[in-house]
């Protein structure tokens, strides 16, 4: 056995006791589910927006802009 190896067993060294130890690994998992959730958002809410935008908001402002123009055009004949 090598006394210097960090993956021998000493008794006489000390552990990281069990509650600090719970927590520590609490902060991780909640630190992955954290980011989880974010990554997850970033990519449905683009992803939502992009198929609104295509679906709603485009081919609205195209009729929006065809009926001014067209008013434009009655206003500047009257």
């Known amino acids: 056995m090598d006394p210097d190896s960090p993956w021998e067993e000493n008794p006489d060294m000390n552990h990281v006791p069990e509650a600090e130890w719970t927590r520590i690994a609490s902060e991780?998992?909640?630190a992955g589910y954290r980011e989880g959730i974010i990554a997850g958002k970033e990519e449905?809410?683009?992803a939502g927006f992009d198929a609104g935008f295509a679906d709603v908001g485009v081919?609205?402002?195209r009729e929006l802009g065809h009926?001014?123009?067209?008013?434009?055009?009655?206003r500047a004949q009257i």
């Open 44 to 46: 449905f809410l683009q």
């Open 59 to 61: 081919p609205l402002g």
């Open 67 to 74: 009926l001014r123009g067209v008013a434009a055009a009655i």
């Open 28 to 30: 991780f998992t909640n």
